[in-house]
Nanobody, 120 residues
Framework: QVQLVESGGGLVQPGGSLRLSCVASGSILSIDVMGWYRQTPGNHREPVAN???????NYADSVKGRFTISRDNVKNTVYLQMNSLKPEDTAVYYC??????????????WGQGTQVTVSL
């Protein structure tokens, strides 16, 4: 069984920073893409950033230049450094792992989500 566990969310003032972490655990052989999505009430979950096992990254236009995604393939961990946070970044942030290879084959997984609130 594979589990993704996020940490690092919380309350921060506008202009502040937070660092999210997500650790994938279980009988994992490799993970193709790891990334972050976010969701606000009444809206669809939207992609924020992702990173391949080779280190290629993609960012939503709304976070380019402010957020940085990174990854430790040995630890099966992905990070999201969020700087210059804005109130509109407030959301539940979800970790996602695509192409997780285990002895059972390849599957995709989601974390349980961590709340990020940007407010005075």
């Amino acid at each position: 069984q594979v589990q993704l566990v996020e940490s690092g969310g919380g309350l921060v003032q506008p202009g502040g920073s937070l660092r999210l972490s997500c650790v994938a655990s279980g009988s994992i052989l490799s993970i193709d893409v790891m990334g972050w999505y976010r969701q606000t009430p009444g809206n669809h979950r939207e992609p924020v950033a992702n990173i391949t096992s080779g280190g290629s990254t993609n960012y939503a236009d709304s976070v380019k230049g402010r957020f940085t995604i990174s990854r430790d393939n040995v630890k099966n961990t992905v990070y999201l450094q969020m700087n210059s946070l804005k109130p509109e970044d407030t959301a539940v942030y979800y970790c996602n792992a695509e192409g997780v290879m285990t002895t059972m084959g390849g599957m995709n997984f989601w974390g349980q989500g961590t709340q990020v609130t940007v407010s005075l």
